[in-house]
């Protein structure tokens, strides 16, 4: 079955670089996605890549995808403690005429000042 | 702009109980998303509603959940009864078209405790 996996701890201290990473088991993703969720908080959308990208930068964020092995990540740059939550990365892909939409573990991301 | 609304924030029953959850999503959103989230986990999708209609409901447990959308605006999620293995936040999320590059504002969830 699908499943997108992801390291569930990632420590860092304030203004050093964190990546954080994930692999996912479908190549006919078409979509995948970096959400953030803060304590108490739904999910929200931080960016996304085109499968069809390697690479795709946005302010303090950078992406990387390798579909070669079905690896994704997310590199934020002079981490700060706003930073801290949880960071989610998702595929979606096409079947059956509908989109099917997955998840993954999930990456509890502590910034010490 | 109001961001999706669910009530209520937090939700302790006991099994057997039945429950239900109220989302009304962002104003024009045409598309609603039911997802449940296991502590430690990512949300699972439950149900997807483009307008009134249940588009994918495939991971429902139809046995004992339920859910409405009947005007295409809010939505009601419903456990009867409910069972211990239930405890867990249920996500509200809803975006503009169902095109690819969908991008889902959720909800701050309801957390349910069976006890």
């Known amino acids: 079955g699908e499943d997108v996996e992801q390291s569930l701890f990632l420590s860092v201290r304030e203004g050093d670089s964190s990546v954080i990473n994930c692999t996912y088991t479908?190549?006919?993703?078409?979509?995948l996605y970096w959400y953030k969720q803060e304590p108490g908080a739904g999910l929200q959308l931080l960016t996304y890549?085109?499968?069809?990208?390697d690479m795709k930068q946005d302010q303090r964020l950078t992406v990387l995808l390798n579909k070669k092995d079905k690896h994704l990540s997310l590199r934020i740059a002079d981490t700060q403690t706003g930073d801290s939550a949880i960071y989610f990365c998702?595929?979606?892909?096409?079947?059956?005429?509908?989109?099917?939409?997955?998840f993954g573990t999930g990456t509890r991301l502590k910034v010490l000042a | 702009e109001a961001g999706v609304v669910q009530s209520p924030r937090y939700k302790i029953i006991e099994k057997k109980q039945p429950v239900a959850f109220w989302c009304n999503p962002i104003?024009?959103?045409?598309?609603l998303y039911w997802y449940r989230q296991n502590l430690g986990q990512g949300p699972e999708l439950l149900i997807r509603?483009?307008?009134?209609?249940?588009?994918?409901d495939s991971q429902l447990p139809k046995d004992r959940f339920s859910a409405e959308r009947l005007k295409g605006v809010d939505s009601t999620l419903k456990i009867q009864p409910a069972e211990l293995g239930d405890s867990a936040v249920y996500l509200c999320?809803?975006?503009?078209?169902?095109?690819?590059?969908?991008?889902?504002?959720f909800g701050p969830g309801t957390r349910l405790t069976v006890l």
């Open positions: 999320a809803s975006s503009l078209s169902r095109g690819e590059l969908n991008e889902q504002f």
């Open positions: 479908d190549s006919s993703s078409t979509y």
């Open positions: 890549i085109f499968s069809n990208m």
């Open positions: 998702a595929e979606i892909w096409l079947t059956s005429g509908t989109y099917k939409y997955i």
């Open positions: 104003s024009g959103h045409n598309t």
């Open positions: 509603y483009e307008n009134e209609e249940a588009v994918d």
